[in-house]
């Protein structure tokens, strides 16, 4: 259905600085309205049945009700898109991935420095939010951990994980996809490095939590961090990562802090580090997101004779990285996140192995 309005967005947060700044920035989208601000839940409440607004953007620490509390009841009463609006510091940005697991679409950070410029950056990626929590798809019910937890480990499939690399993009509501490609990959899998759109400062708790509910150890990538198997490697917010051939080592390389399809990270700058290398058997995986970044890196991986997986549409919280790849024709399997890693692994079984030339370039 063609959306024939602005999009109605609710400010929800105590603090009269920020909603004044989130009005601010958001008043220079012409598809956007900002109908009201409530200094918390139960103010909220209110603007909530005058406007039904069709995007509320919700504080973490508020007075009289949390966010976390209040977007619980969100979800079970007027499931709304939600964007958490959080600070950086370790606590906040663990509350707010917390937030992403009951139900909300992202998460945008709060500004804290860097004048005019910080403030255009921070709108132009917040009205980016806004149009994919409008965009995006109520997630399909999961597939029980039972269901999916049964794949033999990839050396009793006669799989050398050291052969392959596999490399995954994500965007809106990736953070939970990727949760459940990394919940259903054997303890030995291929070494993984991993992008997803992220505010700079929430990657780490992010890694962090993913480690806690893998069978293989994450991390917050490391400038040099050497890939081996067992381990998947996260894109540290605000820089560019891509992946080198160094003292015959696969190493972790950071670049600028440059926009790349207006993200840093970038997906496609990944991809595309990976695509100019040889002497591993690749495998790209590209999730839910809006818009078009690691689309063409997933082509120029499969030029190179890369597996490459897309999320399925009905999976996917937004359907647009994936649907892009697809029309370009980059993508070979389609699967939900669940199933990602039975599709590598039956792939990788059917294709012949590659003689070993480790070479980037």
Same mark, same amino acid.
């Given at each position: 259905m063609k959306r024939t309005g602005p999009i109605k967005v609710l400010i929800v947060d105590d603090s009269p600085l920020i909603r004044s700044i989130l009005s601010r920035v958001l008043a220079e989208e012409p598809d956007i309205q900002v109908v009201g601000g409530a200094k918390d839940p139960y103010e909220a409440r209110e603007l909530i049945i005058t406007y039904r607004p069709d995007v509320i953007i919700l504080d973490?620490?508020?007075?009289?009700?949390?966010?976390?509390t209040f977007l619980a009841k969100?979800?079970?009463?007027?499931? #709304?898109? +939600?964007?958490?609006?959080?600070? #950086?510091?370790?606590?906040?940005?663990?509350?707010? *991935?917390?937030?992403?697991e009951l139900g909300a679409i992202d998460v945008v950070s709060k500004p804290t420095a860097g004048g005019n410029r910080a403030l255009r950056r921070l709108g132009t990626d917040l009205a980016e939010k806004i149009q994919a929590a409008v965009l995006s798809m109520p997630s399909p019910p999961l597939i029980p951990a039972s269901a999916t937890s049964g794949l033999e480990s990839f050396h009793a499939a006669g799989l050398d994980p050291n052969r392959y690399l596999v490399a995954i993009g994500a965007s809106t509501g990736g953070t939970e996809a990727i949760?459940?490609? *990394?919940?259903?990959?054997?303890?030995?899998?291929?070494?993984?490095?991993? #992008?997803?759109?992220?505010?700079?400062?929430?990657?780490?708790?992010?890694?962090?939590? *993913?480690?806690?509910?893998?069978?293989?150890? !994450?991390k917050e990538a490391v400038d040099g961090d050497v890939l081996v198997p067992g381990k998947a490697f996260l894109a540290r917010g605000g820089v560019q990562m891509s992946v080198r051939i160094s003292g015959g080592k696969w190493r972790i390389d950071y670049g600028t802090s440059e926009l790349v399809n207006r993200h840093c990270p970038s997906v496609d700058v990944l991809f595309d580090s990976i695509a100019r290398c040889q002497g591993r058997q690749f495998v790209g995986v590209l999730l839910t997101g809006m818009g078009a970044d690691g689309a063409q890196g997933l082509l120029n991986l499969r030029h190179k004779g890369a597996i490459t997986i897309a999320q399925d549409k009905r999976s996917? !919280? +937004?359907?647009?990285?994936?649907? !892009?790849? !697809?029309? *370009?024709?980059?993508?070979?399997?389609?699967?939900?996140?669940?199933?990602?890693?039975r599709v590598l692994m039956q792939s990788l079984r059917s294709k012949p192995k590659q003689s070993v030339v480790r070479h980037c370039g």
């Amino acid at each position: 259905m063609k959306r024939t309005g602005p999009i109605k967005v609710l400010i929800v947060d105590d603090s009269p600085l920020i909603r004044s700044i989130l009005s601010r920035v958001l008043a220079e989208e012409p598809d956007i309205q900002v109908v009201g601000g409530a200094k918390d839940p139960y103010e909220a409440r209110e603007l909530i049945i005058t406007y039904r607004p069709d995007v509320i953007i919700l504080d973490i620490e508020m007075p009289r009700m949390d966010g976390l509390t209040f977007l619980a009841k969100l979800m079970a009463h007027y499931p #709304v898109p +939600v964007i958490m609006c959080s600070g #950086v510091a370790p606590a906040s940005s663990a509350a707010a *991935l917390k937030a992403i697991e009951l139900g909300a679409i992202d998460v945008v950070s709060k500004p804290t420095a860097g004048g005019n410029r910080a403030l255009r950056r921070l709108g132009t990626d917040l009205a980016e939010k806004i149009q994919a929590a409008v965009l995006s798809m109520p997630s399909p019910p999961l597939i029980p951990a039972s269901a999916t937890s049964g794949l033999e480990s990839f050396h009793a499939a006669g799989l050398d994980p050291n052969r392959y690399l596999v490399a995954i993009g994500a965007s809106t509501g990736g953070t939970e996809a990727i949760r459940h490609v *990394l919940a259903n990959v054997p303890a030995d899998c291929p070494p993984i490095v991993m #992008v997803q759109h992220m505010p700079e400062g929430f990657t780490r708790s992010f890694a962090d939590r *993913l480690d806690q509910l893998s069978r293989i150890t !994450v991390k917050e990538a490391v400038d040099g961090d050497v890939l081996v198997p067992g381990k998947a490697f996260l894109a540290r917010g605000g820089v560019q990562m891509s992946v080198r051939i160094s003292g015959g080592k696969w190493r972790i390389d950071y670049g600028t802090s440059e926009l790349v399809n207006r993200h840093c990270p970038s997906v496609d700058v990944l991809f595309d580090s990976i695509a100019r290398c040889q002497g591993r058997q690749f495998v790209g995986v590209l999730l839910t997101g809006m818009g078009a970044d690691g689309a063409q890196g997933l082509l120029n991986l499969r030029h190179k004779g890369a597996i490459t997986i897309a999320q399925d549409k009905r999976s996917s !919280v +937004v359907y647009g990285m994936p649907k !892009v790849a !697809v029309e *370009l024709g980059a993508v070979q399997h389609q699967s939900t996140p669940e199933e990602v890693a039975r599709v590598l692994m039956q792939s990788l079984r059917s294709k012949p192995k590659q003689s070993v030339v480790r070479h980037c370039g």
